[in-house]
């Protein structure tokens, strides 16, 4: 397994990665649902599929109760304490939210997921990649680099421990485009829960490298992801 990958060249929508995948007729996890905007696509995509979507936030987990989509039901609990009996769900997917895990739930959260999944279940885990031209942007107020190479650790212990086997690992980057700065600072910066403050001084940098890139005008990064897929190993 690897954290990082040079030179990533497939361009493409994680919305199409994951429809190749075998979902119809399935339960589905999703931990980690925020808005729920892969909630819906996975549940009002292919046919006969049940959704499970648990969220930690609970002003977010009450906006996400009024979207009333009748095969999605929505908890409020996080991937280290799964409110769901033992071997209930076909597939697990954490979208760019395994990093957001406490450090020390990270392995308990393996636990849960390993627990709830059938046996010869999947977990399909996307973490973004610490690297980039966006990334640089936003390690200047935001720098997960750390709590990243955590995460991956936890996860590829986890296969060298024979807990999951490594179905697959895909690299794979995405574009993202800004308007303009302000589109860039409504979108990344100051964000809730990033519990981050910036000062007139730093906003100011930050500008001005992104400006190096558009200067003014609109502008696409690729984003780099790494997704491991893992199996429930019976």
Do not use: W
């Amino acid at each position: 397994m690897q954290l990082i990958k040079q030179n990533i060249e497939q361009v493409i929508n994680e919305s199409y990665l994951i429809e190749t995948l075998n979902l119809d007729n399935k339960t589905i996890l999703e931990l980690g649902c925020g808005k729920a905007k892969m909630t819906k696509q996975l549940a009002q995509t292919g046919v006969n599929r049940k959704i499970i979507a648990c969220e930690v936030d609970e002003v977010q987990h009450k906006k996400n109760l009024l979207l009333d989509i009748e095969n999605i039901e929505f908890k409020l609990c996080g991937a280290e304490n799964i409110e769901l009996n033992d071997e209930s769900v076909d597939m697990v997917f954490m979208f760019k939210s395994f990093h957001h895990i406490p450090e020390d739930l990270m392995i308990k959260a393996l636990d849960e997921i390993k627990r709830v999944l059938k046996p010869n279940g999947l977990a399909y885990i996307s973490e973004p990649l610490h690297q980039g031209a966006q990334n640089e942007l936003v390690a200047m107020f935001h720098n997960e680099e750390d709590v990243r190479k955590k995460a991956f650790e936890t996860i590829k212990n986890s296969v060298d421990k024979e807990q999951f086997k490594l179905f697959k690992e895909i690299f794979f980057k995405t574009e993202i485009t800004y308007l303009n700065f302000e589109d860039f600072e409504k979108k990344q910066m100051n964000l809730s829960y990033n519990d981050t403050q910036i000062t007139d001084e730093l906003k100011y940098k930050i500008k001005k490298k992104f400006d190096k890139y558009n200067s003014g005008k609109e502008t696409t990064f690729y984003k780099p992801f790494r997704v491991d897929i893992l199996q429930k190993i019976v």
